[in-house]
């Protein structure tokens, strides 16, 4: 069976392994090239691992443009994987492949279609979720479904701790997913709209924290939007200072001051009054310019702003 992949992510890396290891390589993958990884903060170079095995790549920025058709149907694949691609594919592009083009959804389908899925679902407070190869068609993440699995999220789950998640089942899932298809045995089961419900495209500057929300609600923000993400960020002055990981201050009547003030700067971090009068703990941070931990720096900083 010949296969097309295409994605640019850590996905579509996790998903590429997985052909290849399952004997299974594609024969074209289509990726972004280099010169466009800003357009994904999760980038991935799949160009070594490829080459590695023989496989022959595309680069490209629009997956409907005439090159990019041309090329892909000089393959003549039976399927399309597209696991990683931020943009619509087109009527044109997913009938390249004679059985059919297979995406790939790190939500429980129908429900939280669209982007930035894995911080808002974390920002929803869900418990639970899932990943789901789908045939596509001509709406957002609304094909019929060929296989899902479905897991529970902790409540201290993280962007990155759920995106590893999703990669594992990437890892398995997508091998699973050839072999139906080659059987003749891929279903085809209909999505219920009913259900669904669609996540808005979030963007780096939506990471700005609010102090004056709840501490509860700013360690769940923090955990949603880190990394592979953006980042949550705060301002000191002029300088934008992102924030990689909080906890709830376990003593909530110790400190008294106002949202965005820092009450006390230790060893290990430093403590920031929030909207409900607790406190967040803070244990890893940045400037925006470095990855290093600035403790001479927050000493001098009383506050810190949106």
């Not at 594609?26 to 095995?53: K, Y």
């Not at 709840?214 to 002029?238: C, L, Q």
């Not at 990855?291 to 702003?305: A, D, E, P, Q």
Request: proline share 7%; hydrophobic share 40%; charged share 20%.
């Amino acid at each position: 069976m010949r296969i097309v992949l295409v994605g640019a992510v850590e996905g579509s890396k996790v998903a590429l392994a997985a052909l290849v290891s399952s004997e299974r390589p594609p024969a074209l993958v289509v990726t972004l090239p280099p010169t466009a990884a800003d357009r994904h903060s999760d980038f991935a170079d799949l160009s070594s691992m490829g080459r590695a095995s023989g496989i022959s790549f595309f680069y490209t920025t629009n997956v409907n443009s005439a090159e990019t058709l041309a090329k892909i149907a000089s393959i003549g694949p039976d399927v399309t994987l597209v696991v990683g691609w931020s943009q619509m594919c087109g009527r044109p592009f997913r009938e390249l492949a004679s059985i059919g083009t297979i995406g790939f959804h790190p939500a429980a389908l129908p429900r939280l279609r669209g982007r930035g899925v894995i911080p808002w679902t974390i920002l929803r407070s869900e418990k639970t979720t899932g990943s789901t190869l789908f045939w596509l068609d001509d709406g957002v993440d609304s094909g019929p479904i060929l296989l899902q699995r479905l897991f529970d999220i902790a409540d201290n789950d993280t962007a990155r701790s759920l995106y590893e998640k999703h990669l594992l089942n990437i890892r398995e899932m997508v091998p699973q997913a050839v072999r139906m298809v080659e059987s003749g045995n891929a279903p085809r089961i209909p999505q219920d709209d009913e259900k669904a419900s669609y996540c808005a495209r979030r963007r780096p500057e939506d990471g700005l924290i609010d102090w004056r929300l709840p501490a509860a609600d700013i360690t769940r923000f923090i955990r949603a939007v880190g990394d592979p993400y953006p980042g949550a960020f705060t301002h000191s002055g002029s300088e934008r200072i992102y924030i990689d990981a909080a906890d709830l201050f376990p003593n909530p009547d110790r400190y008294i001051g106002l949202p965005g003030q820092i009450q006390t700067v230790s060893a290990t971090g430093f403590l920031v009054m929030c909207g409900d009068g607790n406190c967040v703990d803070v244990s890893a941070w940045r400037p925006q310019t470095s990855r290093l931990r600035t403790h001479s720096h927050l000493r001098s900083v009383s506050s810190l702003k949106a």
